[in-house]
């Protein structure tokens, strides 16, 4: 059994979601479809994060926007759920996002709404929630993207506090807010193996240029990382030492929200004192677990036990 962190983890998102889940028995373009089962809940990155994190018995809080009809759908979900949180209320309306299950193919196909812009006023009183949550935390998890036109180092900002409390900090996200955050230190990064070739521009073709371009990132502010890439093994590396983690075979149904099921994990982990290959095992069996049901970041914690008994961690040189 994998140790449990006290206190609370800070899951940090500025787009949540909707979610819908259609699960047809054979899709067919250009022609009325019938859905066998639709399936809705909450969802987006941090959502997700917290979704697990609470099947695993951790005490996950969590923060970001919502609005219209839809966040307020969101709200009652999470309550449901027994997830404590605190949103920003905003005037856009919360995104939506579809996933289409094509049964018969074995495809799985997102639709996914872009997010609206919010003021500079609604971040600011995210950072009050921010402000008054964190000192009660054990960890920080910034998940996903900012709304259109958000400042690109809102991330570092949290991270910046995040360490001035000497609370791990965790940043799942790309682009210019991972380079943003970068410059407060983030104990730890997880992008995937695209999102690490966009952020250090070039391609990845193989596990040396991947781990040459972790050790770049290391240098340049993350304390540690680790790196999916789907199906194939994850990279975790903590300044001085590479793991290699590898997940086993399953029979997916829906691998939409497995990084999210991934950072969960990990988080959990290396919150708890574990190293960072250890870590990686449980992220790996939460991300696994995530593919066996329908609807993103509603694991079965049985499933994530049995599961990493079954990953495979190498330690690399």
């Known amino acids: 059994m994998a140790a449990s962190p006290a206190g609370k983890i800070l899951c940090l998102g500025a787009t949540p979601a909707t979610q819908r889940v259609m699960v047809f028995r054979a899709l067919q373009l250009d022609a009325v479809n019938r859905a066998a089962t639709t399936l809705d809940g909450a969802a987006g990155k941090s959502i ?7 099947a695993l018995g951790a005490h996950p809080v969590a923060t970001g926007f919502l609005g219209g009809d839809r966040g307020d759908y969101l709200l009652a979900t999470l309550q449901a759920q027994g997830i404590e949180q605190e949103f920003v209320a905003v005037a856009p309306r919360t995104r939506q996002c579809i996933t289409v299950i094509d049964e018969a193919a074995g495809t799985q196909t997102e639709l996914v709404e872009e997010s609206r812009p ?16 964190l000192p009660g935390c054990r960890a920080l998890v910034l998940s996903g993207s900012l709304t259109p036109g958000g400042p ?3 991330y570092r900002q949290c991270v910046q506090y995040a360490h001035e409390l000497g609370v791990v900090s ?3 996200a790309q682009g210019a807010p991972l380079i943003e955050a970068l410059k407060a230190r983030p104990g730890l990064i997880k992008p995937n193996r695209s999102e690490l070739a966009a952020t250090v ?18 240098a340049a502010g993350a304390g540690a990382m ?29 691998p939409i929200g497995s990084g999210d099921s991934f950072t969960a994990g990990l988080a959990w982990q290396w919150a708890a004192g574990e190293n960072l290959g250890e870590a990686g095992r449980w992220g790996a069996a939460a991300g696994a677990a995530n593919a066996l049901t329908w609807m993103a970041g509603e694991v079965n914690r049985a499933d994530v036990e049995k599961l990493a008994q079954a990953v495979r961690v190498e330690s690399l040189a």
Request: no cysteine; proline share 4%.
């Open 48 to 54: 997700n994060v917290a979704k697990v994190l609470r």
């Open 118 to 133: 919010v003021t500079p006023e609604d971040y600011a009183r995210l950072m009050v929630i921010v402000q008054r949550r």
């Open 152 to 154: 690109a180092d809102f």
């Open 170 to 172: 965790i940043v799942d």
């Open 201 to 218: 521009n070039r391609e990845l073709k193989n596990d040396a240029d991947v781990m040459n371009a972790m050790r770049e990132l290391v």
């Open 226 to 254: 680790v790196v999916t890439a789907g199906k194939a093994p994850t990279l975790a590396f903590d300044g001085r030492r590479f793991w290699r983690v590898a997940t086993p075979a399953i029979q997916a149904v829906n």
